[in-house]
Nanobody
Framework: QVQLVESGGGSVQAGGSLRLSCAAS????????MGWYRQAPGKQRELVAT???????KYADSVKGRFTISRDNIKNTVDLQMNSLKPEDTAVYSC?????????????????WGQGTQVTVSS
């Protein structure tokens, strides 16, 4: 079994900063891509940022230069530092982790999602 625990959401004024963290634990052989997604009310879920095991990153155009994703391959955590927040960043943010398992001679991987954490940016 795998658990993802998120922390760090909250409310902040425009221009402020927040840091989100997501920790994976349980039956983990290795972790491939880790990422953050968000869903605002009435909108589809969108990718915010991803980071590969070799630390290659990808960002949505709307957050480039303001958000930074990082990971710790020892602690199995992924963080999202959000600076210069805007009201349009308001959403529920969820981490997604691609975890590899090894069982009975086979490797396989699944995507796991955190419970989601609310980020609210007021103008």
């Amino acid at each position: 079994q795998v658990q993802l625990v998120e922390s760090g959401g909250g409310s902040v004024q425009a221009g402020g900063s927040l840091r989100l963290s997501c920790a994976a634990s349980g039956s983990i052989f290795s972790i491939n891509n880790m990422g953050w997604y968000r869903q605002a009310p009435g909108k589809q879920r969108e990718l915010v940022a991803t980071i590969s095991r070799d630390l290659s990153t990808k960002y949505a155009d709307s957050v480039k230069g303001r958000f930074t994703i990082s990971r710790d391959n020892i602690k199995n955590t992924v963080d999202l530092q959000m600076n210069s927040l805007k009201p349009e960043d308001t959403a529920v943010y969820s981490c997604c982790v691609d975890i590899a398992h090894y069982s009975r001679g086979y490797y396989y991987s699944n995507d796991y999602w955190g419970q989601g954490t609310q980020v609210t940016v007021s103008s």
